[in-house]
């Protein structure tokens, strides 16, 4: 049943546990009603006011809790294997093996000879990375003067090829190693790649030499427009590489989160790239990752950092994803940093 949990809600997880046709429809009933209880009366998700009174409490005070974050380091590693498994690569995906699409119902891909050529040879970022920044495009962001402080990370992941253009590098930086691009977006700002494909390959230039993470094996219609990225990138020995992002590293991440309370439907990509940091890193901060309509100071702020356009509701759980974080800021396990940056650096 891999398809069905991440697809779809609950209801239908819980109910998929029996054989159809034993479950009596009262039985399945109940099982509903007791679900929509827990979710919408027994879970409160806090007020965008009492998350800033709560982080202000905090205040700047941070503290690195080395064995906090080594525990939490395991579980990731026990439950998806983030070094070994975050890419699709020859080596952990041979060639006749199949590769199950993290976000549909029960579609799959067998890996031919000319899927199997596409998938780099062996797992980059074997060996330790240090200080990693995630860098999330939340609204928080804008005049922050975080650039400078995001760009002193040694290695850098940002989200969904986001502008890094000359009016937001003090506030977001300039330097990337890893970013992320979903197939929607090749879709909504390159026209699927079906025509020129000069504007995707200039606008990846911003990102120097860095990787591309795509999921390509989450939604059927992801995968063409990822392997059309691919190509226009290896036609002209472009300096970025693209990494196709393992179906089985993301439902697996997806499921790790969902046992800790996080009720989406898929998690958003800034938490699969914090997972992977997690994974990959000594140290984690993050910035832009503040889901709320208001900063500190209770100001109105934008969406993202460049825009303000909203995402689709009930999809992703932003709120909640960002509970779950804030308790690993609290642990010290990772940093997260809300609202502007100090001068010295
Ligand atoms: C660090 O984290 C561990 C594991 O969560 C905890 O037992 C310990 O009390 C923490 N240490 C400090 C100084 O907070
Ligand atoms: C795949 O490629 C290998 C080596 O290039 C070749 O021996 C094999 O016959 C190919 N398989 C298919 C199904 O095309
Ligand atoms: C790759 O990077 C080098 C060095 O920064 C640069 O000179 C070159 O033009 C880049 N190549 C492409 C295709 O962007």
């Known amino acids: 049943m891999k398809g069905s949990a991440l697809n779809s809600n609950g209801i239908l997880r819980m109910i998929s546990k029996f054989p159809r046709n034993k479950l009596p429809m009262g039985a399945a009933l109940g099982i509903a009603v007791l679900y929509w209880l827990y979710i919408f009366t027994l879970y409160r ?49 041979p060639l006749g093996s199949t590769l199950w699409y993290d976000g549909e119902f029960f579609h799959s891909l067998s890996v031919n000879n000319d899927t199997y050529s596409l998938f780099i040879k062996e797992t980059p970022l074997q060996q330790a990375l240090k200080k990693c920044a995630v860098v999330g495009n939340g609204g928080i962001l804008k005049n922050s003067g975080c650039g400078k402080h995001i760009d002193k990370a040694d290695f850098i992941m940002r989200c969904n090829l986001p502008p890094l253009s000359k009016e937001y590098i003090q506030d977001v930086g300039t330097k990337t190693q890893l970013v992320t691009a979903n197939p929607s977006i090749i879709e909504k700002r390159f026209r699927n790649l079906l ?16 990787y591309i993470y795509m999921p390509a094996f989450s939604m059927k219609p992801g995968t063409d427009p990822s392997i059309r990225a691919f190509h226009t990138l290896s036609d002209i020995n472009a300096n970025q590489t693209v990494l196709f992002a393992n179906p089985e590293f993301l439902w697996n991440v997806g499921k790790f989160w969902k046992a800790r309370g996080i009720h989406a439907k898929r998690l958003s990509t800034g938490l699969f ?22 900063d500190l100071n209770e100001q109105s702020i934008s969406h993202h950092y460049y825009d303000n356009v909203l995402p689709y509701s009930g999809f992703h759980a932003m709120p909640e994803e960002f509970l779950q974080l804030w308790l690993l800021h609290k642990s010290g396990t990772l940093r997260m940093h809300v609202g502007p940056c100090p001068d010295e650096v």
């Open 195 to 210: 025509w020129s494909r000069k504007a995707f390959a200039e606008s990846v230039k911003i990102y120097g030499s860095s």
């Open 45 to 93: 998700i806090p007020s965008d006011k009492e998350i800033v009174n709560e982080v202000l409490r905090q205040g700047n005070v941070w503290k690195k809790n080395l064995t906090a974050a080594l525990m939490f380091r395991k579980q990731l590693e026990e439950c998806c294997d983030p070094k070994n498994l975050f890419a699709v690569t020859k080596q952990n995906t």
């Open 273 to 294: 790239l914090v997972s992977l940091a997690l994974g990959l890193c000594e140290d984690v901060t993050l910035y832009g990752f503040w889901p709320f309509s208001v």
